[in-house]
Each structure stands twice: as C-alpha cells, then as structure tokens.
C-alpha cells in the first residue's frame, strides 16, 4: 500500500525556519517525482513545489521561490521542505503528494502555523 | 503562470440533480505532441485531503463512480456530476500539469438544496 506521511510541523515565528519531512513506503520511491502542495485556513490548494525523481529538477511556486527548498533522500525513502525566512501567509496544511501529473496518493498533511 | 479560473465559486444542487463546474485556462494546455490535455479535476471533503477524480480532463480514476465525468479541451473545461448523491457534498478544484508551477484553480464548493 502506498503510503507517505508528513511531519515537521508546528509553531514558527515570522522570519524563523523549518523543515517538514515525507517519509514514503510503498511503491519505488526512487523513481517518482514527488510534490509539496499546502492549503492555508480556509483557502483553496496551492502546489508550493515539486522534484525529480533523482532530486536533479526542482521547481517551485513564485511565492516561495528564494525562501524554500524541495529536496529528497532516496536511500531513506524520504522527501523535504526546507522552509526559511517564513511569512505569516505561509501558515498552512502541508501536504506530501507522490507524482507529478494527477495526484492519486496524498498525506494527511503537517500543519505549519507561522505567528509571533 | 497558467491561471484557472473555475465558476461557479458555489453551488447547490438538489438530490438526484445535475452539478456542472467550469474551469478556464489561461493558456491551452493542450499538448500537441500527444494530444493530451493536462488538466486533473480533485474532490476535497472537509477534514480530508484531496482525491483525484479525474486525469487527462476526461479519464476516470479507478473506483470513482461513473456519475462523475470531465470533458473540455484547449482551455475550457467541465466535470459533471450526474445523479447527485449526499457524499458528493465536497470542494473540487481543477488543475492544470501542462507547465509549472502546477496551478489550481480557486475551488467550488458542492451542496445539496
């Protein structure tokens, strides 16, 4: 059963950092893309960034872009979301998202509440 | 960036009725090469994360019942339910995989009159 399940979250004050992890099990880790998608209080999905399946190929939304980086381990079956210099408008649900066309498997999410 | 803008933001559908959503692109994403749209449609229930609907703006995932069906192409696209049921009550949001960043649109929320 495919599997990936997010961690990291919390409390962050504006300017601080933090990093989620998506430990996946399941299927072939090493060779999928792999996607972080969030979804603030009330609002609609937003796809925050995504990696190649060999960590060589990242991409990301412009209102992350500079502040935060998508990377993976494939030895640890493991995906991440460095998140420096954050921003009130990036409080959220965090969701790890395996693929990167039609997203069938999705976490449950970590939630990132960034606030003095 | 590829904007999608989905309409109605609400609607409410009676049992047993018809539920259409829109979504507009601002941009085909039509891909010449294979002649595939890269548009997905998702359901979002409150309290659940997201699930896939539909791919490639008209294939049905495996186990989402037949009454849900998207057509379209180029920019203009529509998931229809047919036949509302009380568990279709939900967000769906489409989303275009042609370029990134990966857009949703805005969402419309589904309830039954």
């Known amino acids: 059963e495919v599997q990936v399940v997010e961690s990291g979250g919390g409390l962050v004050q504006p300017g601080g950092s933090l990093r989620l992890s998506c430990a996946a099990s399941?299927?072939?880790?090493?060779?999928?893309?792999m996607t972080w998608v969030r979804q603030g209080p009330g609002r609609g999905l937003e796809w925050v960034a995504n990696?190649?399946?060999?960590?060589?190929?990242?991409g990301y939304a412009d209102s992350v872009r500079g502040r935060f980086t998508i990377s993976r381990d494939n030895a640890k079956n493991a995906l991440y979301l460095q998140m420096n210099n954050v921003r009130v408008e990036d409080t959220a649900m965090y969701y790890c998202?395996?693929?990167?066309?039609?997203?069938?498997?999705w976490g449950q999410g970590t939630w990132v509440t960034v606030s003095s | 960036d590829i904007v999608l803008t989905q309409a109605p933001d609400s609607l409410a559908v009676s049992l047993g009725e018809r539920a259409t959503i829109n979504c507009k692109s601002s941009?085909?994403?039509?891909?010449?090469?294979?002649?595939?749209?890269?548009l997905a449609w998702y359901q979002q229930k409150p309290g659940q994360s997201p699930k896939l609907l539909i791919s490639?703006?008209?294939t049905r995932v495996s186990g989402v019942p037949d009454r849900f069906s998207g057509s379209g192409s180029g920019t203009d696209f529509t998931l229809t339910i047919n036949n509302l049921q009380a568990e279709d009550v939900a967000v769906y949001y489409c989303?275009?995989?042609?370029?990134?960043?990966?857009?949703f649109g805005g969402g419309t929320k589904v309830e039954i009159k």
């Open positions: 998202v395996k693929g990167n066309s039609g997203y069938v498997h």
């Open positions: 399941g299927f072939d880790f090493s060779t999928y893309w």
């Open positions: 990696i190649r399946s060999d960590g060589y190929v990242e």
């Open positions: 941009q085909s994403v039509l891909f010449s090469s294979d002649n595939y749209n890269y």
């Open positions: 490639w703006a008209s």
């Open positions: 989303q275009q995989y042609y370029s990134p960043p990966f857009t």
